[in-house]
């Protein structure tokens, strides 16, 4: 069982940035990819990032590729999303979720622990 609390959240001006983190409790942290994905109102949760459970890899969606970076700290069982150039269309609650070693990282079907989200507004 992991238990995943984001936090970071919060309201930011277009062009700016946040920091975003999600702590997960257990000792076998190290072992899961992690994922974060968004969901805005009305819409389905989409895919923002991943990292593989050593950090070796990461992956972005299209429209957060060179301005979100993904990154973790496994002797802290912490990981970050760094959004810099936000925009208003990123505005959206933003969820971390562990996943199981496996290739399909932006499935959310794929994940199999997931937390509670925090809201990011990004204002224009």
């Known amino acids: 069982q992991v238990q995943l609390v984001e936090s970071g959240g919060g309201l930011v001006q277009a062009g700016g940035s946040l920091r975003l983190s999600c702590a997960a409790s257990g000792r076998t942290f190290s072992s899961y990819n992690m994922g974060w994905f968004r969901q805005a109102p009305g819409k389905e949760r989409d895919f923002v990032a991943a990292?593989?459970?050593?950090?070796?890899?990461?992956y972005y969606a299209d429209s957060v590729k060179g301005r979100f970076a993904i990154f973790r700290d496994n002797a802290k069982n912490t990981v970050y999303l760094q959004m810099n150039s936000l925009k208003p269309e990123d505005t959206a609650v933003y969820y971390c979720?562990?996943?199981?070693?496996?290739?399909?990282?932006?499935?959310?079907?794929?994940?199999?622990?997931w937390g509670q989200g925090t809201q990011v507004t990004v204002s224009s």
């Open positions: 990292i593989t459970y050593g950090g070796a890899w990461s």
């Open positions: 979720a562990a996943q199981r070693p496996s290739t399909t990282y932006y499935d959310t079907k794929s994940y199999d622990y």
